[in-house]
């Protein structure tokens, strides 16, 4: 299946991009890299370089070039490595560390740092790197004194200006005397970040293209960044980024502000070469291997596994939607038809260790990712693919927004969104959220093909304005029946309900839960995919 490759792919990405980089080395000055002497024809030890050329610079180069770019034909990137390069292991590849004092504006009290990933191992296709500063942008040149290799990487690393694999920012996000890393920018058009005392978590993308596609899905690259030094006075800083692939070109605008959430204000515009029919906007890509109600045939010590375990959305109506996340048997796509949305996102809601045990992977600590459409992003369909994983290395969960209308070929579309990497967007006061799922054999008698299941809410902004009359629990199932329906006051003083279903002869049964207040509170509307 293609994306199980893929998500292999992504899970090298995860694991090579928090390579920590603290080996000592020499102190360089980050202009040492920054080649001020190339004019419109490259220097002779940059041939590769075609976009992050010096010369003037503005919103609209990075739009301009995506735009003259679509006009041609599309032409794989040149992935040769050098021969010092070539045929690296895992573990060779891990060993090439970003040598720290070689950071991009290293001792200029600036409130970020760059660093850049090397080449090698899955890494071949060059990312083109270039600083601008002034309205001028200027090419910044791979040294290989930018990197420190250890014992198992035995081999030297090349002198020719052989480009990067990706960037990576640093802010002094927890403490104010350490540079942490804020956000990471490697593989295809692969990104991600986090929150205040988080640890790496799920994805984003800039694009995704014919995901679940029985032909295979398209994966778009940033082929080339521009990064605007920033001010000494300023909390943000701002990335520009070329995509590009068999399909489309686009020109991203990132302004990140790292905080308790860091905020990503992302700005695209497309030039379809040909007619986008099975596109996803603002993509996010995560992990989900079991939790309490996801067990079957589990054989771990760890109560939960996942980077997510839901899937928040806030349509049009204001309405609160949340749906567990599942790791299933076979590739389920679910769509949710929405004009308007106001939100959706990956979140991991679950923040107690004691649910998870572990205590390398941390998973208490991942980021949410919350996606707000700025501006109206009309008739579509929030997208959820669930991918059936064995291992915890697999990234199996993708959720994006596919609008309902055909982008044409030849057109250029420009949308825009919010990121908020890190907790999840909080209930109003007086709503109810949805705190746990449950599910198991509905008999304590023996094996039974009914389910129970078990819905646990909590007020995480309660209001004094309440009685103490039970809500209402309205199910709505595509198939089999529903029994025994029950709802209880928690001992959180939320509510939990129970239901018992009998799937009959259904093989896939749709469930949703509406917990109705009398006082006039909401809660979340709680949906469930039943597959046997």
């Known amino acids: 299946m293609p994306l199980l490759s893929t998500s292999m792919r992504h899970f090298t990405l995860k ?14 000055s980050d202009t040492t890299f920054i080649n001020e002497t ?21 919103r609209n180069t990075v739009i301009n070039l995506a735009r003259d770019l679509a006009k041609e034909s599309y032409q794989e990137p040149d992935s040769t ?55 001028q942008s200027q090419h910044l040149r791979y040294n290989p004194e930018m990197f420190t290799t250890g014992e198992v990487m035995q081999r030297a690393l090349p002198n020719a200006d052989v480009g990067f694999a990706g960037i990576r920012l640093h802010n002094p996000l927890n403490s104010t005397d350490y540079y942490d890393e804020v956000a990471v920018f490697q593989g295809g058009s692969y990104f ?22 029985p032909e295979g899905e398209e994966f778009p690259a940033f082929r080339a960044f521009w990064i605007e030094k920033p001010a000494n006075d300023n909390s943000s800083i701002v990335v520009y980024a070329l995509l590009d692939s068999p399909s489309t070109t686009g020109a991203y605008r990132f302004t990140i502000r790292p905080g308790d959430n860091t905020v990503m204000d992302v700005e695209a515009t497309l030039f379809p ?8 906007l603002a993509p996010a890509t995560s992990m989900f291997m079991f939790s309490s109600y996801d067990r079957d045939q589990v054989d771990d010590f760890r109560p939960r596994v996942h980077d997510s375990d839901g899937l928040l959305m806030i349509n049009g109506r204001g309405d609160r ?30 923040r107690d260790f004691n649910n998870f045990q572990d205590l390398e992977a941390k998973y208490e600590q991942r980021p949410s990712l919350w996606v707000e459409p700025l501006g109206d992003w009309a008739r579509g369909s929030v997208v959820l693919v669930e991918i059936p994983t064995d291992s915890e290395v697999n ?127 909401k809660a979340e509307n709680w949906m469930y995919q039943w597959t046997k």
Do not use: C
Request: aromatic share 10%; charged share 20%; hydrophobic share 40%.
């Open 192 to 213: 991600r970040s986090l929150g205040k005392h988080q640890g790496y978590g799920l994805s984003a993308r800039g694009l995704a293209l014919k995901t679940a596609d």
């Open 321 to 350: 939607l949340w749906r567990p996340l599942r790791n299933p048997n076979n590739l389920e796509v679910s769509a949710f038809s929405d004009n308007g949305p106001l939100g959706f996102g990956l979140i991991q809601r679950n």
């Open 273 to 280: 070469r040909e007619d986008l029919d099975k596109v996803g």
């Open 395 to 521: 990234d199996n969960i993708v959720a994006y927004w596919a609008p309902n209308e055909v982008i044409p070929a030849g057109s250029e579309y420009h949308f825009a969104y919010r990121l908020l990497w890190g907790q999840a967007p909080s209930a109003n006061k007086g709503e109810a959220i949805v705190e746990a799922t449950r599910n198991g054999r509905a008999s304590i008698n023996g094996p039974t093909e009914k389910r129970l299941f078990v819905i646990d809410y909590r007020f995480p902004n309660p209001t004094d304005n309440t009685n103490n009359q039970n809500p209402t629990a309205h199910i709505e199932n595509t198939a089999g029946e529903i029994h025994n329906v029950v709802v209880a006051k928690n001992h959180n003083n939320g509510y939990r309900v129970t239901f018992e279903l009998d799937p009959l002869d259904a093989e896939l049964i749709e469930l949703r839960l509406d917990l109705q207040f009398t006082d006039g509170r």
């Open 38 to 58: 190339l004019p419109s024809a490259q220097a002779a030890d940059t041939p590769n370089i075609i976009y992050a050329v010096n010369g003037e610079f503005n």
């Open 81 to 135: 490595l050098p021969a010092e390069l070539q045929d690296l292991n895992y573990d060779q590849y891990r060993d090439i560390r970003f040598n720290p004092n070689a950071s991009i504006w290293k001792n200029q009290s600036l409130p970020f740092q760059m660093q850049l990933f090397h080449r090698g191992f899955y890494f071949k296709e060059t990312v083109e790197v270039a600083i601008v500063e002034n309205g």
């Open 15 to 28: 694991k090579l991009i928090v390579v920590s980089s603290l080996l000592p080395g020499l102190a360089i």
